[in-house]
């Protein structure tokens, strides 16, 4: 019994709500308001819904997940002031000193890669010495590294409308934004988990995978220059990009995790980590929340896509490799679900699975862009 | 029959058939799909494309046993659907309210709680209390004033079950209706015949015409002012033609640009032409256009037969240029060097974005910028075809571009034996003409002029007893690349030098060959700067190496676009789009609705409270929720109101 001390997603009594959590949900419903006034020009119909759904979201999550409400105002206050202080003028960039060293977003981008690695450094050292401060120490910098990419991904947004007015749009849009993107999802997620269980020893196997993917983001922008902000080609101006892709990087970021929590399962068995690491009981049960979220969101993500794919490609499945991959990681893990619910399956072959799910996840994130052609690649058109 | 059904059900068929077409479906996306059969033999050799083409392997998606295998997926699910959906209403609907306290206290989450005189409005309370907790309710009284509260929440999850499981069955039907099987058996009987003759569309057989019934994904390619009532259906080595109950019109086509010159949007202004009716209709990428259920998307575009105004510049002499015009999808005969030829125009692009080279001093820490792409100007495909039908293919740039701080015009040709276009670099001079470039290619060509040049290399020669000999190999050098290029200065190095001294002889010959170039553009008047004459020496060696003697230039020209459409029928869509809600809804209350149901006897005549709770799946955390709920009764119990 003393192993299920954790106080997993359990409500212990009804969810009261604070003053606090009136005012951040008044705050995101008058920045949503905000950018509805300002940026009305630049959005169709679609996009305004999105922008008001996603405000009502964020003031949801906030007012149930309190740290999300920090995480919002420090992010909204660092957007605020580097758009402040780029006043329209994209060459400010260079000449004052706060944008060129804190806040533009190619700044604010390494920023987050930094305190990325610095969390990993600390949890590891932290988990390897059973120590708390250093775990605790670890968790904020997790969480500077999600305000440090949020702004950089939001002051990214504004200078492409810097750029050209008709260049701007969401920097979702490359390989380059898409791995802060999954920088920043991956680690609040991991941070999610981390707060409902109330133990931190998991951050030094989740975050090496965030970490990696800082490595390679800094690699793409270093020896590819893929940091430039580049116009959308014509299939990708739509709204649709505003929703598919954050939905399928919270799927893939779940995924990830899931399978670091396999590692930790296998590593939870033996040695030193065994005293350190919550039981196995409950890293199966957590490998499980996240392959089912992962599900949940990548589901939504594939749904959505067929449906942009039926407004920009003429058919709703055209077998493009993307899709194909899509399919075949949905499957994948379909099974993995049906084997642990109602075949019962536990332990060892499932930490595995979710290990080389994300092999099979990363070859759909990457690989195929990398190795196969499809319309994805965006050659043709 | 019985054991085969039992089968299609089973867990275990399931899973294998979703790890089947998980593999079929890798396979296909490695091997590059629906390509005519000489492609696969050539990249993998007769063995393996007879395989290939005997598993359906070249068309994965549409081979009927891939389809076969969704249709298994689909009856599977099917089934299991089938078979459970009674029990989970049931289950829904059931509190269970009859369970026996002997089972109840064998859960593992129970517990027996002392209440020496239950107060009489526990009842109220607790009830109060399941409901505060989202669960819904039912009372059993019984004998000596006892009760049962039998409570359940999430119920919902389920309603997840069903609709996931339903959903499924439902995109596999309507993906298997969109995946046209009407002609796949009609092919499959010989009934419709692909057609692989390049018809126009009123002289296709009417075995390879399809009517208006099913669904189909086909292009339609229109020229600016053209109009077509059928549609190119590709398949295999060949097409069907589907014919549209309307006529399509289309009267404009434009690319509109970014600053930079790359490409922000397609757009075609098209015009419906039904009986009577017309309707107009503006299609862009991500903007489609429905009508009678067909929907057109914008999905590419070339040229639709641009007229060309050009001028015919030879290389190798001064001579004037010779006027000429074309069309493209035409060609125009001309004389080349006394010889007749064919110029077959096959695309005209009045914009190229091409990336410029990367800029070595930015650095990874600049502000994000705009890239650098940037548009290069206009460029015309021809084939230059002789009198015995050989062709070689060209491309040539109509403005000069910059490369290196230095402006080239640039004419690429490929011959039917080689693999890639290969390109020449003709310098352009300082008025960005090619005029001397020309005077220097016609110049080499001379011998008189050539002598000159060796004449003067040598009397400018310090060492006067050598000067004879610096004349006689100055000349050399240059009858030789006159003819051959650089190669043939490795040729004379190698034959007149021995083999040590080569690595240092062969800097002295091109120093060498550079002066008498120098002088060559001299005394044509040209722009004498020795990288010109570099640039010239190597556009000249290329020009040589690939037989490229003339270059187009481009007076004039009236752009006539072509559009492709893509037209689709897909009368499946609205069934797959209901199983896509269905399952976007069914994983949401999968994951996110928690099932748990909890009991509680109360038992006033011994002064016992029993409570258990069980949730839909063994859970790590429900012992601390458990304890939860028992503090919380525990509580009511001992709190009279």
Known sequence: MMSSAYPIAIPTTRRRFWPVDWVFAIAAGAGTCLALFRYFNAMDAWEAGILILAGAALGAAGMRWRPLQGLSYATAAMSMLALALYDGNLARGESSLLLKYLLSSQTAIMWMGLCAWGATALYIAGAAAGNRQWLRRAARAAWAACVFGLAGLFVRWHESYLVGADVGHIPVSNLYEVFVLFTVITTLLYLHLEDRLGDRVLGAFVMPAVSAAVAFLFWYGAARGAHGIQPLIPALKSYWMKIHVPTNFVGYGAFSIAAMLGIAWLAAGRGRMASRLPSREWIDELMYKCVALGFVFFTIATILGALWAAEAWGGYWSWDPKETWALIVWLNYAAWLHCRLVKNLRGAVLAWWALAGFFVTLFAFLGVNMFLSGLHSYGSL | ?641
């Open chain 2, 1 to 641: 029959m019985k054991a085969f059904i039992q089968l299609l059900r089973s867990m275990r068929f399931a899973i294998a058939i979703l790890t089947v077409v998980a593999i079929a479906s890798a396979i296909g996306s490695v091997l590059e799909q629906g390509q005519p059969t000489a492609v696969y033999v050539g990249r993998y050799g007769e063995f393996w494309a007879t395989l290939f083409a005997m598993t359906g392997l070249t068309d994965v998606y549409h081979a009927s046993w891939f389809l076969g295998l969704l249709g298994f997926m689909a009856v599977s699910t099917a089934l299991c659907l089938a078979q459970h959906t009674p029990s989970m209403l049931r289950d829904m609907r059931s509190f269970r309210e009859h369970k026996s306290l002997q089972s109840l206290m064998q859960l593992p989450c129970a517990a027996e709680l002392d209440a020496v005189r239950p107060d009489s409005t526990l009842r109220a309370r607790a009830g109060a209390y399941l409901r505060t907790r989202n669960f819904r309710f039912v009372t059993r009284e019984l004998q000596n004033g006892g009760y049962v509260l039998a409570a359940r929440a999430g119920g919902m999850r389920r309603m997840g079950y069903l609709l996931v499981h339903a959903a499924i069955v439902l995109i596999c039907v309507g993906g298997l209706v969109d995946g046209n099987i009407g002609l796949r058996l009609g092919m499959m009987r010989g009934e419709i015949v692909p057609e692989t003759r390049d018809l126009p569309p009123a002289d296709v057989p009417p075995q390879s015409r399809l009517d208006e019934g099913g669904s189909f994904r086909a292009v339609l390619n229109l020229n600016e002012g053209g109009t077509e009532d059928a549609a190119y259906l590709p398949v295999n080595d060949g097409y069907l033609l589907q014919e549209l109950p309307f006529s399509v019109r289309l009267k404009r086509f434009h690319v509109e640009h970014y600053g930079n010159g790359q490409a922000k949007d397609f757009v075609s202004d098209i015009e419906i032409i039904d009986g009577d009716t017309r309707r107009e209709a503006r299609l862009q990428v991500n903007h489609p256009f429905t009508y009678k259920g067909i929907t057109f998307y914008q999905s590419g575009f070339g040229d639709g037969g641009t007229s060309l105004a050009l001028d015919l510049v030879p290389l190798d002499s001064e001579a004037a240029p010779a006027a000429i015009a074309g069309r493209v999808g035409g060609d125009t005969p001309v004389l080349l060097g006394g010889e007749a030829y064919r110029i077959e125009f096959t695309d005209f692009r009045a914009i190229n974005v091409f990336s410029g080279e990367q800029e070595k001093g930015g650095t990874w820490f600049a502000p994000a910028s705009q890239g650098d792409m940037h548009d290069v100007g206009a460029s015309l495909s021809f084939r230059l075809r002789d009198a015995l039908g050989q062709a070689s293919e060209w491309e040539v740039f109509m403005r000069p571009i910059e490369a290196q701080g230095a402006r080239y015009f640039v004419i690429g040709k490929r011959d039917a034996q080689q693999s890639s276009m290969r390109y020449v670099r003709l310098p352009a001079d300082g008025d960005g003409k090619l005029a001397a470039y020309r005077r220097f290619s016609a110049a080499m060509k001379r011998p008189e002029a050539r002598e000159r040049a060796a004449r003067t290399v040598a009397a400018r020669a310090q060492n006067r007893e050598l000067a004879a000999a610096i004349e006689r190999s100055a000349l050399l050098l240059l009858e030789s690349f006159a003819e051959k290029g650089f190669r043939a200065v490795a040729e004379l190095v190698e034959a007149g030098v021995p083999g040590a001294e080569q690595d240092k002889a062969a800097p002295l010959y091109v120093d060498l060959l550079q002066r008498a170039a120098a002088i060559l553009h001299d005394d044509a008047a040209g722009d004498a700067s020795s990288r010109f004459v570099r640039d010239s020496l190597i556009a000249y060696n290329d020009a040589v190496e690939s037989g490229i003697g003339l270059y187009l230039d481009l007076t004039g020209y009236k752009q006539v676009h072509s559009s492709a459409l893509q037209v689709t029928r897909a009368p499946g869509a609205a069934i797959v789009y209901l199983g896509m809600a269905m399952l976007a809804l069914g994983t949401c209350a999968m994951y996110f609705v928690r099932e748990r149901r909890l009991w509680i006897w109360v038992l006033p005549a011994v002064g016992k409270v029993f409570v258990g709770l069980t949730a839909n799946r063994p859970l790590p955390g429900l012992q601390a929720e458990f304890i939860e709920h028992r503090a919380a009764l525990l509580n009511l119990i001992h709190s009279r109101s």
